[in-house]
């Protein structure tokens, strides 16, 4: 009984060692890595959340598909030795395993590679020329949040699919994109944090066949008027998924695209904040503050000509603001400062007609002497009386339109855009008044003090003293109603 049980189990054995070779003609039977799953006759190998911190040994040379997604590798670095063996490989799944980084070439020996999918890792920087050599059909980067992309990330690299959606993106360059122009047919970018595209991204858009870019954060003003029309006329390369939607400025907020019209990505010309003259006896500083959307770059223009720029930051839309220092100056009797604030809506340019302060020497009045030099006394005079300025509107829409545009293209302006101009205009008449009126009162009580030449203390309050600094400060604040400007 015992022998004939010992034969029944060794013939079993036989029997099944020969099906397993006949089924493994080719293909595997016996080695299929632990914790894993190698479906017969399929050449797949599946170890999905497999506990495995390592990529397992033992995956037979001609698999076709590796799938180890949710396996926390204990190395979050990838080299070209994880995958020496693996050269058959047509998809590859590497989904949420704690990856992140991987070094350049990793995958250049899978030359048959056609799917890779990195998301859900902790990936944070690619480097240049990383993924070289391969010829991907799509390629899926999805939920990687803060990932960089050097400028050459994917040169040497082709693929019909680019999915990275969830990645956290802002300011995702062209350049990244440019080495898969040609072969890239579609593009997610959906849940992003784009606030703005370049209109260069037209050129790769158009080539596509699907592109997602909804839920990010766009700014729509008329910079992104090209992204609109595209839309609008492109609308099958967006179907499939959410529309591109505005979080900016907050009349347009969570608004999808297609509830918008061209006519509502405006953008609005500058507008001066604050213009400061500030003196010291052999320095100026002039400040120019202007705001605008999008926030204007400065220009501050010398009388010679030359011009300092100043772009807006980046990072902190805010006031846009424009500081430059006149040291040692040679200023003639009237010395035209110009500062300039452009943005896609136009130009406008304030003027401020700058006379530097002539020191002659006066004999001290023994009371002002207190807390300034005489000479200081002398500069407001020379400011107050030479110092002009005047400003001018002039945008790409109207040119030379002034605050007030008195052309037979008032039409075009709403009653807001005219009614917040003439008060613009008036109170900038009211300041030049206010300006005019203290300068000459201000005159008018040093004649009569000089009159008096010692006086009691307390006419003080309306003699002009200077500050510990001996400085001297024009300040024009001017507030406009926001114009409209439709581009
Ligand atoms: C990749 O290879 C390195 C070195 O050979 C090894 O330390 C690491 O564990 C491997 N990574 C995986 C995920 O197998
Ligand atoms: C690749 O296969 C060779 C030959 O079977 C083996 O010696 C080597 O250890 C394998 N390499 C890896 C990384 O699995
Ligand atoms: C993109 O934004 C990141 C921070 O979000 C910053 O570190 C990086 O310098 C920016 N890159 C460019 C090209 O502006
Ligand atoms: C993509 O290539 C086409 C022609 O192949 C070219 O016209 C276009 O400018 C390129 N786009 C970019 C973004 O380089
Ligand atoms: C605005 O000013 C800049 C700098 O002076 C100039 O280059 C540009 O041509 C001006 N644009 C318009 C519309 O006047």
Redesign the pocket.
């Known amino acids: 009984m015992k022998r004939k049980g010992e034969l029944f189990c060794s013939l079993r054995e036989l029997v099944l060692c020969a099906v397993c070779v006949i089924v493994s003609l080719g293909s595997i039977c016996a080695t299929c890595p632990r914790n894993c799953f190698c479906p017969p006759m399929s050449n797949n190998v599946y170890c999905s959340r497999g506990n495995l911190d390592i990529i397992p040994d033992g995956i037979p040379f001609d698999t076709l598909e590796l799938t180890l997604n949710d396996n926390k590798f204990k190395n979050p670095v990838l080299t070209r030795r994880n995958f020496t063996n693996l050269s058959s490989l047509k998809n590859l799944y590497l989904s949420g395993c704690g990856i992140e980084s991987i070094a350049i070439d990793t995958f250049s020996g899978l030359t048959k590679l056609k799917w890779l999918d990195i998301s859900k890792n902790d990936l944070k920087f690619i480097p240049d020329f990383t993924f070289r050599g391969l010829n991907l059909e799509n390629f899926f980067i999805n939920e990687n949040p803060g990932i960089?992309f050097s400028s050459k990330a994917f040169a040497g690299l082709s693929t019909r699919g680019l999915y990275m959606h969830n990645c956290a993106l802002?300011?995702l360059?062209l350049e990244v994109l440019r080495p898969l122009n040609g072969s890239l047919r579609a593009l997610w970018l959906y849940e992003n944090q784009f606030e703005k595209l370049d209109k260069e991204w037209l050129y790769l858009l158009r080539s596509l066949s699907h592109v997602r870019l909804g839920k990010n954060n766009f700014h729509c003003n008329c910079e992104l008027t090209w992204l609109y029309e595209f839309f609008v006329k492109e609308d099958s390369i967006f179907s499939g998924g959410d529309a591109p939607s505005c979080s900016s400025p907050p009349s347009h907020r969570n608004k999808l695209f297609n509830a918008l019209k061209a006519g509502d990505f405006t953008c609005e010309l500058p507008t001066f904040k604050k213009v400061d003259a500030i003196f010291e006896s052999e320095l100026g500083k002039l400040t120019c503050t202007a705001s605008g959307d999008p926030s204007p770059t400065l220009y501050w223009i010398r009388p010679d000509g030359t011009t300092e720029t100043y772009y807006p930051s980046?990072t902190q839309p805010k006031d846009s603001e424009g500081v430059m220092y006149i040291t040692n100056p040679q200023l003639t009797d009237k010395s035209k400062y110009k500062c300039i604030a452009n943005n896609p809506a136009g130009n406008v340019t304030f003027s401020l007609n700058l006379a530097w302060p002539i020191a002659k020497e006066k004999p001290m009045d023994s009371t002002t002497v207190g807390r300034t030099p005489t000479t200081s006394v002398n500069k407001v005079n020379t400011i107050e009386n030479k110092n002009t300025y005047e400003w001018t509107v002039n945008s790409k829409a109207e040119k030379n339109m002034g605050i007030v545009s008195t052309t037979d293209k008032v039409k075009q302006f709403s009653i807001v855009d005219i009614v917040g101009a003439v008060i613009g205009t008036f109170l900038l008449t009211l300041l030049i008044c206010a300006l005019v009126f203290h300068f000459y009162y201000r005159r008018r009580e040093r004649l009569r003090y000089d009159d008096k030449r010692c006086c009691e203390n307390k006419k003080h309050k309306n003699v002009y003293t200077m500050s510990d600094h001996d400085e001297n400060c024009i300040k024009m604040m001017i507030q406009r109603n926001s114009e409209h400007i439709h581009s």
């Open positions: 960089q802002r300011n360059s980046k």
